[in-house]
């Protein structure tokens, strides 16, 4: 028989309220939610380690841990009395401090995940979710007949000239998606069937709720993104596939561009296109460490403290080594163990442009962590002003990090260098932000939303998501993709980060609305080539962004930073030169791919 969660110790609490107002019901539900708070605190740091564990060292003994700390926190975060105290609390009176009302309903947003009133549906969740994260992390590549790691086939895909090789590399990589397939199905109806019990319409509109807004409205905000974007899009395809087919030696596509063309698996960025602006070689000779030491000083520099010394001794920066058996996750992550000061990360930094990317986009989600672990900010409240928050920070930082005038200050490109301005634009836009929108708010977040709530069904996967692929990145597979396959499941969201993956299209609008904050207003530079690194007042604008954490709407700090409401017309203008260069290169030839 599962153990109802701590009935004894919460009883005291969660009694109905007595039917106070004014300040008597704030008190009392304050005093649930410190008690609430501290249970919080405790099981979600449990479970944190046990997850830890089971995707730094992928092993049975700790997937069963990772299960059993998820039951005992699910069970305390859906517990019906929790819910009843809530919602009860929330019903009863106007009068509760906005602070509390916010924690109160984001306790309503966790229960969601886990409603104690189908036990056997969130225990049932909790295995399967474990199962399919261990089939993922635990997952080895096979090239060629033999084993390869996620960096292999990477290096193969962004350094091959040889369009067989570089198939048989993409090939390979979406072998990963065959195994995960009927996880991915139950899935799809267990995270479902938590999220109706709740009341909403779907797991996609349970993870949208913490932005406040509809599935509705959310697919309308993408879809604006997207159309804001497009112009400039079929531009860069119709540029770039001339310039890869010229690359490859073979005929310019009439339509879609090969996927094995581009770099990367998915085709969400475009890196190593433009050879004016490749940094790749400026890396080669640093260390994976240097890699992320850099990252750190640029935080530093703009005055966030050191990192703690246990951000080192507990974090999984680099590649397992070779001839270890340890298999562990290979996407980069950061976590907020105990929601205090024990901050990690999971990454296999190798020494390249990329990593160096995402050394960054990391540190900005462990910066966040610890501006918002400070005592006015409560356990749970401790998360960004939105998610896409939270992803737009470190990207923000990635895009100071790779500006010129930075990069020579870092000595990593010599003094004497010099990148034409257009170039770095069309890199830019290639390799960070608008075929990215096209794949974030086009292809990931359509599909998710099919998938969740219209219930796609599992012969249906494969076909929808390379209808989607086709649409909206203007890509298609080298050979056709049968549904015994399952394309979408090779990216690590699907599996892990469900139903989130707006987040990052949300971060790519958002950080070039505060980039252009920061290089106008604050340091009145050109926004396309200028120098965060020693900025105490861009950072202090970034500190007041992090240190709320959750406990305010995100439109209202979002207007505060930056003067504006959510919108593309920073990115739009950031760009602006490009699309003038674009029509020239691209006149008298024919765009779109259909
Ligand atoms: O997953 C990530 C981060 C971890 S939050 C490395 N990113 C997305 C991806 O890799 O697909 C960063 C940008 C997009
Ligand atoms: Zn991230």
Not at 458 to 476: D, F, K, L, M, T
Not at 526 to 555: F, H, M
Request: charged fraction near 25%; glycine fraction near 6%.
């Amino acid at each position: 028989m599962p153990r109802t969660w701590p009935a004894i110790v919460l009883c005291p609490l969660l009694l109905a309220p007595s039917g106070a107002q004014g300040p008597r019901l704030e008190e009392e539900a304050q005093a649930f939610l410190a008690l609430y708070s501290s249970l919080y605190a405790g099981l979600s740091t449990v479970s944190a380690e046990a997850s830890w564990r089971a995707s730094t060292d992928v092993k049975p003994e700790h997937d069963g841990e990772r299960v059993g700390a998820g039951k005992a926190y699910s069970r305390f975060a859906g517990d019906r009395r929790v819910i009843e105290r809530a919602r009860a609390l929330l019903e009863a009176g106007s009068a509760l401090s906005p602070l509390t009302r916010r924690q109160l309903e984001r306790v309503l947003l966790a229960a969601a995940e886990s409603p104690g009133t189908i036990p056997d549906v969130v225990s049932a969740r909790v295995e399967a979710e474990s199962h399919q994260a261990s089939v993922q992390d635990g997952f080895e590549y096979q090239l060629d007949g033999r084993k390869a790691t996620a960096n292999d086939i990477d290096r193969i895909l962004s350094t091959s000239r040889d369009l067989e090789e570089r198939r048989r590399a993409w090939e390979a990589s979406k072998e990963i998606g065959r195994p995960l397939k009927e996880g991915l199905a139950a899935l799809q109806k267990l995270r479902n069937a938590v999220a109706r019990e709740m009341g909403y319409s779907s797991f996609y509109a349970l993870q949208v709720a913490d932005y406040d807004m509809t599935v509705p409205e959310m697919q309308a905000l993408l879809e604006g993104f997207v159309r804001d974007t497009r112009p400039l899009y079929r531009h860069l395809h119709a540029w770039t596939k001339r310039k890869l087919a010229a690359r490859y030696g073979a005929p310019v596509p009439a339509g879609p561009i090969p996927a094995h063309w581009i770099n990367n698996r998915w085709g969400q960025n475009w890196t190593g296109i433009v050879e004016a602006a490749d940094l790749d070689p400026y890396f080669k000779d640093r260390t994976p460490e240097w890699i992320v030491k850099q990252a750190e000083a640029f935080y530093l520099s703009l005055g966030f403290p050191r990192l703690p010394e246990s951000f080192w001794t507990r974090s999984d920066l680099y590649p397992v080594p070779a001839g270890s058996a340890r298999r562990k996750n290979s996407h980069a992550s950061a976590w907020h163990v105990d929601l205090e000061l024990d901050v990690r990360s999971l990454m296999s930094v190798e020494p390249n442009e990329r990593w160096f990317g995402t050394a960054h986009h990391e540190l900005g989600h462990i910066y966040y962590y610890l501006s918002y672990a400070r005592p006015e900010v409560p356990p749970i409240l401790r998360a960004g002003a939105n998610r896409a928050f939270h992803e737009g920070i470190g990207e923000l930082i990635s895009i100071a990090a790779q500006q010129v005038p930075y990069l020579k200050h870092a000595g990593i490109l010599p003094r004497e260098k010099e990148i034409e301005g257009i170039q770095l634009l069309l890199n830019e836009a290639l390799a960070e932000t608008v075929p990215f929108i096209a794949w974030s708010a086009g292809v990931m977040s359509h599909w998710e939303a099919d998938l969740y709530e219209k219930d796609l069904p599992p012969g249906e996967y494969n076909a929808r998501w390379w209808r989607y692929v086709r649409e909206y990145q203007g890509i298609e597979p080298p050979s056709p993709r049968g549904e015994e396959r399952c394309d979408p499941a090779t990216k690590t969201h699907v599996n892990d980060d469900a139903a989130q993956y707006y987040d990052y299209a949300i971060a790519t609008v958002l950080k070039h609305q505060i980039h252009d904050h920061i290089a106008r207003r604050i340091l009145k530079q050109d926004p396309a080539s200028c120098n965060y690194y020693g900025s105490k007042d861009a950072g202090e604008l970034l500190v007041s962004i992090l240190r709320q954490g959750a406990t305010r709407p995100w439109r209202e700090v979002l207007r505060e930073a930056t003067g504006e409401d959510l919108s593309t017309r920073a990115l739009l203008a950031y760009f602006k030169p490009l699309e003038a260069w674009l029509e020239v290169e691209n006149a008298g030839r024919r765009l779109g791919w259909d």
